[in-house]
């Protein structure tokens, strides 16, 4: 059962990106301010490590590798029974995010998991 997909806002927005940036990563951290909402890296840029989990890897069509979404462990023990959804929506996120300059910003949308739903 996947726990995380995309809106076709968001995978476009990932396509564009990854022109322009190459390879790209999520984070979602349980920090405050823009830390609730999920990061956009180049790969690699932000170092994962034993206290992170690897949700899953989005598949975006146009783009050549899978995109990582990565979480802290604590927000994932939180969240463990959800599925997530990356979208997009205007305004102005986190200057640490890729598409801050672009007048945009991830967010995630959630619902339980559950068998009939993907």
Known sequence: MDRIALTPAAAELI?????DHGPLMFHQSGGCCDG???MCYPL?????GGSDVLLGELEVD???EPVGFWMSAS???L???THLTVDVVPGRGSGFSLEAPEGVRFLIRSRLL?????
Do not use: M, N, Y
């Open 114 to 118: 559950d068998d009939t739903a993907g």
């Open 62 to 64: 146009g783009v050549e």
């Open 79 to 81: 969240w463990a029974h």
């Open 15 to 19: 396509r564009k990106l990854r022109a």
């Open 44 to 48: 690699g840029e932000f170092r994962t």
């Open 36 to 38: 609730s909402a999920p």
């Open 75 to 77: 927000q994932f023990e």
